[in-house]
């Protein structure tokens, strides 16, 4: 099946900035491909629909080939502690 990881330290970074008065679309930070970890492009951290999201696209390894596309959106649940 393959593994990869992901690195979300920029994304919870975003989560932390002040996203109020931000326009639909404004890219917050952006995180490029590199040796230290398995993105297969550049992923961006994005503030849309009301909402910091991070598309992904991460290359699999230990396996011919394979990528795997996901997307973060944090979701508040009751009971449950913030950031």
Same mark, same amino acid.
């Given at each position: 099946? #393959? =593994?990869?990881?992901? =690195? &979300?330290?920029?994304? &919870?970074?975003? @989560?932390?900035? *002040?996203?109020?008065?931000?326009?639909? #679309?404004? /890219? &917050?930070?952006? /995180? *490029?491909? %590199?040796?230290?970890?398995?993105?297969? +492009?550049?992923? %961006?951290?994005?503030? +849309?629909? !009301?909402? $910091?999201? *991070? =598309? $992904?696209?991460?290359?699999?390894?230990?396996? +011919? %080939? !394979?990528?795997?596309?996901? *997307? @973060?959106?944090? &979701?508040?649940?009751? !009971?449950?502690? #913030?950031?």
């Amino acid at each position: 099946m #393959g =593994d990869a990881e992901l =690195d &979300i330290s920029p994304y &919870i970074e975003a @989560l932390k900035t *002040q996203v109020d008065d931000l326009a639909a #679309g404004t /890219i &917050i930070t952006r /995180i *490029q491909p %590199c040796r230290t970890n398995c993105l297969a +492009e550049e992923s %961006c951290v994005v503030f +849309e629909n !009301g909402k $910091v999201v *991070q =598309d $992904v696209v991460l290359r699999l390894r230990h396996v +011919e %080939c !394979g990528e795997l596309e996901l *997307q @973060l959106e944090w &979701i508040s649940l009751p !009971g449950a502690k #913030g950031l």
